[in-house]
């Protein structure tokens, strides 16, 4: 097996442990097990946990940023752009009552090391800059007020995820959601 490809095994193992267990749940004792070799060979790849999590929290990250932008290119109406994009939070609880790989480890913020927190933002910044940019096309950089919205919908779409994952009730998002959809926060 080429480096790359056990590589990518380990950071998606890790990813979906984060995304299940938070970033204090990752041994690299239990992902080598999960990826079939011994742990110490992990740190041929990541010489730490942080370096791990920061790896993946990127990739995620520029994987997102880049299936956000084809959602905005797609779609002809910013309902249907922001349909999609809290139905990529639905997504994630309906795969085994996951959590976005960033908002799991907001959580555990003062137990990550700065690389980690570092991406954790840049997370939120770029849904905040995502969102403004759909609320306010063409307009280059949004005004103030388009910003503290794209903010709020933000916080309250990982809100309604972070919430619905502690009571394993993915009906709860979508309730939730709907009632943002109504009062008009999110169009």
Known sequence: MSGDTMRDRIMEAARLTV????????????LAKTVGIKSASIHYY?????????????RYIDRYERYLDEVLNDATDRTTVMRRYTDVFRDTLLNG??????????AERND???EV?????????????????VLAPGEGDAPEEI?????????????????????????????????YRESGLIP
Not at 97 to 106: F, I, K, Q, T, V
């Open 19 to 30: 995304q299940d267990l938070g970033y204090s749940g990752l041994s690299f004792r239990d």
């Open 112 to 114: 990550l090391p700065a």
């Open 97 to 106: 009552n996951r959590m976005c790989l960033a908002g799991m480890l907001a």
């Open 147 to 179: 910003r503290r919205r794209a903010k709020a919908i933000f916080a309250a779409v990982s809100g309604a995820q972070m919430i619905a994952h502690g009571r394993d009730e993915v009906a709860h998002y979508t309730d939730v959601i709907a009632a």
């Open 117 to 133: 927190r570092t991406e954790v933002v840049r997370w939120g910044e770029m849904n905040e800059r995502w969102i403004a940019r």
């Open 46 to 58: 990541f010489p730490t946990k942080g370096a791990l999590v920061e790896a993946i929290v990127r």
